[in-house]
């Protein structure tokens, strides 16, 4: 909300986001997959033209592997958690928005108002059990 005593700054149209949308970041993930998978095919390749018995070239392409796989799956696994977090910011946001809206059509000095100003405010609920 703009309050007369707090201008906004200016809009800046071909200003960057901060957050790249969903789909950027999983078409990010896609290119991450792929180049896993290259990398991974590439030193199984050369591991089997490198070295002559199959457990010398199993232990090189397993290292690899573990070590790619598990940086993919930490990339998914952040994307996941931080879309998680926006939903439960943007969450956040619309409850205290019509919190606000509440308490400004309550009466200035009732129960009511003063209320939803401490618990959404201060995180306080003096209405909840054992406060």
Same mark, same amino acid.
């Given at each position: 909300? *703009? /309050?007369?005593? &707090? #201008?906004?700054?200016? *809009?800046?149209?071909?200003? #960057? ?7 950027? &970041?999983? &078409?990010?993930?896609? @290119? ?14 050369i591991?089997?033209?490198?070295y002559?018995t +199959?457990?010398? !070239? ?12 598990t940086?993919? *799956?930490?990339?998914? !696994?952040?994307?996941? !958690?931080?879309? !998680? $977090? %926006?939903?439960?910011?943007? $969450? $956040?946001d %619309?409850? $205290?928005?019509?919190? @606000?809206?509440? +308490?400004?059509?309550?009466?200035p000095?009732s129960?009511? *108002?003063? /209320?939803?100003?401490? &618990? ?12």
């Open positions: 909300m *703009a /309050t007369p005593d &707090r #201008p906004q700054p200016p *809009a800046t149209p071909n200003a #960057p986001s901060p957050v790249p949308d969903a789909n950027a &970041r999983w &078409r990010y993930g896609l @290119i991450v997959v792929v180049v896993a998978i290259a990398a991974i095919v590439l030193i199984f390749l591991a089997a033209l490198r002559p +199959a457990s010398d !070239g199993v232990a090189l392409v397993s290292s690899v592997a573990t070590a790619i796989s940086l993919a *799956a930490a990339y998914f !696994g952040i994307q996941v !958690g931080s879309a !998680g $977090k %926006e939903q439960a910011e943007q $969450k $956040k %619309e409850a $205290k928005d019509v919190a @606000i809206a509440l +308490a400004a059509d309550a009466p000095n129960e009511v *108002a003063k /209320t939803l100003v401490r &618990r959404h405010a201060f995180g306080d609920d003096p209405g909840a059990p054992g406060a």
